[in-house]
């Protein structure tokens, strides 16, 4: 479904995260793929993914470290000379911020938690744009709590609901290209960056009693559907929020 077709990964963290769910299945689709670590502490739980996936590239990326992101789009165009689809898969939030009232967030932890996890994104989306001139696929995850009040997800609920916004505008303006923009929206899963949200045994009981399916989702199956949006099966699905949650938004 993906051969022929180059891919970045960026938000590997470890072979248990989502993202490293969606690089197995691009790279099982015939995909070609460049993954990003965030520095040599991180290295060696991403170098085994990358392995895994034959990844042709592995790129350090610390989206606070001014220029980096670009050095990662300019090796993709020195290899490549183009890029066929991008997955985004990071976020951050300092923990006095992320376990405190969105009433109380600190102006530098609101900044902060949308800088890398919302407006990279865009920085992400402009530096693809000139090498999708034949069109691609723009990915991001997001989480039901963009949508409603979520206990504990705190302000990284209104950083994720800026997050899917942008994704609409980035399908809007991009559309005429020939470049689509999505947002995955997975249930809670046991990875280590949600292991950081305060209380989150209480999201995962939650999804699990409450979703129509009454059990979690995988990372396979968040990659499942990420390879499907990455393919031109998905030529016409654009702007939009895909949940991969056993159904658990459905309910209040």
Sequence with gaps: MLKGKYGLVVGVANGQSIAAGCARAFAGAGAELALTYLNERALPHVQPVAEEVDAAALLPLDLSQEDALEAVFESVRQRWGRLDFLLHSVAFCPKEDLHGRVTDCSARGFAQAMDISCHSFLRMAKLAEPLMSAGGSLMTVSYYGAEKVVDHYNIMGPVKAALEACTRHVAAELGPQGIR?????????????ASGIDHFDALIEDAKTRSPERRLVTIDEVGAVAAFLASDAASGVTGTVTHIDGGRHVRM
Excluded: H
């Design 181 to 193: 923009a999505n947002v995955l929206s997975p249930g809670p899963i046991a990875t280590r960056a």
